[in-house]
Nanobody
Framework: QVQLVESGGGLVQAGGSLRLSCAAS????????MGWFRQAPGKEREFVAA????????LYADSVKGRFTIFRDNAKNMVYLQMNSLKPEDTAVYYC???????????????WGQGTQVTVST
C-alpha cells in the first residue's frame, strides 16, 4: 500500500517554472513506477510523464516533452515533476500516481494523490 501527497502547485506566469513534489509513504515505494497526470476543467484526465522504479527510464506526453522532467529520489520516497516554459494550456490539477506497470494509461495506476492545482497566467 502506498499513500501519495502532492505539493508545489500554484500560480505562475507563462514562461515560468514550477516543481511539483510527491511524497510517498510505504516501504515498497521503490518498487513502483510512478506517473504524473493532469486534468483541466471539462477535460479528461491525461498522461503527463512517468518514470520506472529505478529512475532510469521516463515517458512523456508530446505536449510536455522538452519542457517537463520527471525524476525520483527513492531514498527519500519522493517523485518530482520539474515544469519549465509553462503555458496557459498547462493549467490543470496535477496528480501523482503509482502503478504496477510503467505506462501512459491512467487505468493502470493503482494509487493516487489528492492533486495540486497549477495555474499558468498569460
Amino acid at each position: 500500500q502506498v499513500q501519495l501527497v502532492e505539493s508545489g502547485g500554484g500560480l505562475v506566469q507563462a514562461g515560468g517554472s514550477l516543481r511539483l513534489s510527491c511524497a510517498a509513504s510505504g516501504r515498497t515505494f521503490r518498487n513502483y513506477p510512478m506517473g504524473w497526470f493532469r486534468q483541466a476543467p471539462g477535460k479528461e484526465r491525461e498522461f503527463v510523464a512517468a518514470i520506472n522504479s529505478s529512475g532510469g527510464m521516463a515517458l512523456y506526453a508530446d505536449s510536455v516533452k522538452g519542457r517537463f522532467t520527471i525524476f525520483r529520489d527513492n531514498a527519500k520516497n519522493m517523485v518530482y515533476l520539474q515544469m519549465n516554459s509553462l503555458k496557459p494550456e498547462d493549467t490543470a490539477v496535477y496528480y501523482c500516481a503509482g502503478a504496477g506497470v510503467l505506462g501512459t494509461s491512467w487505468g493502470s495506476y493503482d494509487y493516487w494523490g489528492q492533486g495540486t492545482q497549477v495555474t499558468v497566467s498569460t
